[in-house]
């Protein structure tokens, strides 16, 4: 398994909680986007830079992602399309993205960006929370269980 992060968005703070958990777990890390980014000497993390471009990075993640392959965004076409290659996805605020609510996922972020195109204001996300980091910090140790659960 890899934990492929989609990290020109991705808070911090949901960072340093992936690279504990990479080390902790002894399980691979990469950070892919469009700029070069510091991140902690391990043998499990890493980072990619690719080209600047919409999608560029999402591209690159599901181009190289595997069968049981982790994605961290909050990107949900890219989600969709970890799921669709047999991976999962799961975003900074600790929702897990699966093939029963992916498509229910995708319906309404289409939604809102045709609302956005004919000028709707919809808002945007709330600000990130500590809630948030701790349902994120959850799910992922729930995941991770799982894996090394699988693994043993």
């Known amino acids: 398994m890899h934990i492929w992060v989609d990290a020109d968005a991705c808070p911090k703070v949901i960072k340093d909680i992936l690279f ?3 080390d902790r777990v002894c ?4 950070l892919v986007a469009n700029t070069k980014l510091k991140h902690p000497r391990s043998e499990y993390i890493n980072a990619v830079k690719v080209d600047a471009g919409p999608d560029v990075a999402d591209a690159y993640i599901v181009d190289h992602a595997e069968l049981g392959d982790l994605a961290i965004t909050a990107d949900i076409p890219l989600a969709a399309g970890m799921i669709e290659k047999g991976g ?5 605020r600790g929702d897990m993205y699966t093939s029963n609510n992916i498509r229910a996922a995708l319906s309404m ?3 809102m960006d045709d609302l956005r195109g004919e000028g ?4 945007g ?7 948030d980091r701790q349902r994120f910090a959850n799910q992922l140790d729930r995941f991770l269980a799982g894996y090394l659960k699988g693994a043993a």
């Open 20 to 22: 504990r958990a990479a």
């Open 27 to 30: 399980v691979p890390l990469t």
């Open 88 to 92: 999962f996805a799961l975003n900074p």
């Open 109 to 111: 972020r289409n939604f």
């Open 120 to 123: 709707v204001v919809t808002g």
């Open 125 to 131: 996300p709330a600000a990130f929370s500590n809630t």
